[in-house]
């Protein structure tokens, strides 16, 4: 499964939401998505009032590579002015990431 799999559960089932907020090797496992132990996943959650931008980790560089370059690389984005009317649900865990 992937991680498109993952949000559409957490957008339809509130409990399985908050388990993805608070232990999301344990969320995503259940959907068959395999993370390795060492790495580490936060998972946000966006809402009217507040978005959050992901800068991923870069390819590989290789030799000279220019702005235009890079932004083929990085593929069309998600705007902020799409409509979200998701709620959201504070799972009161005390492994939320820090601000």
């Known amino acids: 499964m992937t991680i498109?799999?993952?949000?559409?559960?957490a957008w339809t089932d509130d409990a399985y939401k908050i388990k993805l907020?608070?232990?999301p090797h344990a969320a995503l496992n259940e959907i068959?998505?395999?993370v390795p132990e060492n790495v580490t996943v936060r998972v946000v959650e966006d809402t009217d009032?507040?978005?959050h931008l992901v800068i991923p980790k870069p390819p590989p560089q290789t030799g000279d590579?220019?702005?235009e370059d890079w932004t083929q690389?990085?593929?069309a984005q998600p705007t902020f002015d799409h409509p979200c009317t998701h709620r959201t649900i504070h799972c009161g865990c005390?492994?939320?990431p820090p601000c």
């Open 65 to 67: 590579v220019s702005l």
């Open 4 to 9: 498109a799999k993952a949000i559409a559960r």
């Open 21 to 23: 907020l608070c232990d």
């Open 94 to 96: 005390s492994t939320r």
């Open 32 to 34: 068959d998505v395999t």
């Open 73 to 75: 690389q990085a593929g």
């Open 49 to 51: 009032e507040t978005r």
